[in-house]
């Protein structure tokens, strides 16, 4: 059993095999999260557009903006049952074709269509985002940090691509907003198609995996707590820049065009981020320290773009863009880390996601809010303040080196 080779003599088991498959199911992997963040940027460069032909106040689009966030939250207890029913795979592989669905529909049947399908797609991404740190954990347990980096950098060089490409695409049909956000949907479907082809050489190959297991005590755990806390947290501040950068930076000046450029070239140093991040992990016993300078370094930087001068929003993108990187990629290291086994970082994502996304999605809509009441966005500016020491404390505490308190 486990022998790949057949018809020929029996020899020691050659790894070579197991190595290729598992490279193959990393790319794949990589694939799935590159998906998972093009919902996002691709309609908040295009946020004045919609805005304006679909007639929607500024509460309205914080609204807009804040709903798929709060849907990772409120979907993501679906993942933990569904992979229980069906198995991790086959669950992503039915996200991955209704996130093609749900993305498509945003360009149809008016403000309806758009609220709909933005839920549907945070559905979506809500429950792979769940599942995909407990493959990381299962199937890379000895490769966790670097995993979790490449994982990290593929979310967000998805994430930098819709950004940057949006608005062409728009442009080039004819200032279509309804091509510019609907062509995000092909992207999904391909890499359902890898996903499924992929599934089915790994079922010929090895036993099927086993499905996920009922985790209790994990809700009364304060360390379990706190990593949620800076999973939200984080959050906050990633779905500030990819839901109202550009737009912020529209109103203080920048044509449509150069904002989403500056967008994209911040999320694309999220890349940078995370890759220096398993390095500086090595270095330290525990995380508390680098979860304090990341914190700073993402939520300082947004001051900048608020009430610095114009022509140093490059600057502050850079500096935001790589602490955030690097942030996210701690938050999602910090699932595994925290966690025994597969089982437990399959509950604890979900805990993490559940709640941390419903205090993310806070933020959003907090900046709408605030842009509608006070005509300006510098009221945000205490909103980022207060977000940033948030993170700071809640990352002392997650960044202990130890297990969460689960059975």
């Given amino acids: 059993m486990g022998n790949f080779v057949t018809g020929s003599k029996q020899r020691a088991p050659s790894a070579s095999p197991a190595r290729v498959s598992a490279l193959w199911l990393g790319v794949v992997l990589m694939l799935v999260a590159f998906n998972l963040r093009m919902l996002f940027p691709s309609l908040s460069v295009l946020l004045p557009e919609i805005t304006q032909h679909l007639n929607l106040s500024s509460v309205a689009a914080g609204y807009l903006t804040t709903l798929p966030v709060?849907?990772?939250?409120?979907?993501?207890?679906?993942?933990?049952?569904?992979?229980?029913?069906?198995?991790?795979?086959?669950?992503?592989w039915v996200a991955l074709l209704l996130l093609s669905l749900g993305t498509a529909l945003r360009v149809w049947q008016g403000v309806a269509g758009l609220f709909l399908g933005s839920a549907l797609a945070g559905a979506c991404i809500a429950v792979t985002n769940v599942l995909l740190p407990a493959l990381v954990k299962r199937d890379f347990a000895k490769h966790v940090a670097l995993m979790t980096a490449l994982y990290t950098v593929a979310l967000n060089g998805g994430s930098a691509v819709a950004a940057g490409l949006t608005l062409p695409v728009a442009y080039a049909f004819g200032d279509s907003w309804r091509v510019g956000v609907g062509v995000w949907a092909l992207p999904p479907i391909l890499v359902a198609v890898i996903w499924g082809v992929q599934q089915r050489r790994q079922a010929k190959t090895r036993p099927q995996a086993p499905r996920t297991t009922r985790v209790r005590g994990l809700w009364r755990s304060p360390l379990a707590w706190q990593v949620t806390f800076f999973m939200g947290l984080q959050s906050s501040l990633a779905y500030t820049i990819s839901g109202w950068l550009a737009p912020i930076l529209r109103t203080r000046g920048l044509d449509g065009t150069t904002a989403g450029l500056v967008t994209s070239?911040?999320?694309?140093?999220?890349?940078?981020?995370?890759?220096?991040?398993?390095?500086?992990?090595?270095?330290?016993?525990?995380?508390?320290?680098?979860?304090?300078?990341?914190?700073?370094?993402?939520?300082?930087?947004?001051?900048?773009?608020?009430?610095?001068?114009?022509?140093?929003?490059?600057?502050?993108?850079?500096?935001?863009?790589?602490?955030?990187?690097?942030?996210?990629?701690?938050a999602l290291t910090l699932i595994v880390l925290r966690s025994p086994d597969s089982h437990v970082a399959a509950q604890l994502s979900s805990m993490v996601q559940t709640v941390g996304y419903i205090v993310a999605s806070g933020a959003p809509l907090l900046i709408g809010l605030l842009k509608g009441w006070t005509g300006s966005f510098s009221a945000c500016g205490w909103l980022f303040v207060a977000i940033m020491v948030a993170s700071c404390l809640s990352g002392l505490g997650a960044g202990r080196a130890r297990y969460v308190e689960a059975s």
């Fill in 265 to 330: 070239i911040c999320i694309f140093m999220n890349v940078v981020g995370s890759l220096l991040l398993p390095p500086l992990i090595a270095r330290f016993r525990d995380q508390r320290l680098l979860n304090v300078v990341l914190s700073l370094l993402s939520g300082a930087p947004l001051l900048g773009v608020l009430f610095a001068p114009l022509s140093s929003v490059w600057v502050w993108a850079v500096l935001q863009g790589i602490g955030q990187g690097g942030l996210f990629a701690m």
């Fill in 70 to 92: 709060l849907c990772l939250g409120a979907f993501a207890p679906l993942a933990p049952p569904c992979a229980r029913r069906f198995g991790i795979e086959r669950t992503i």
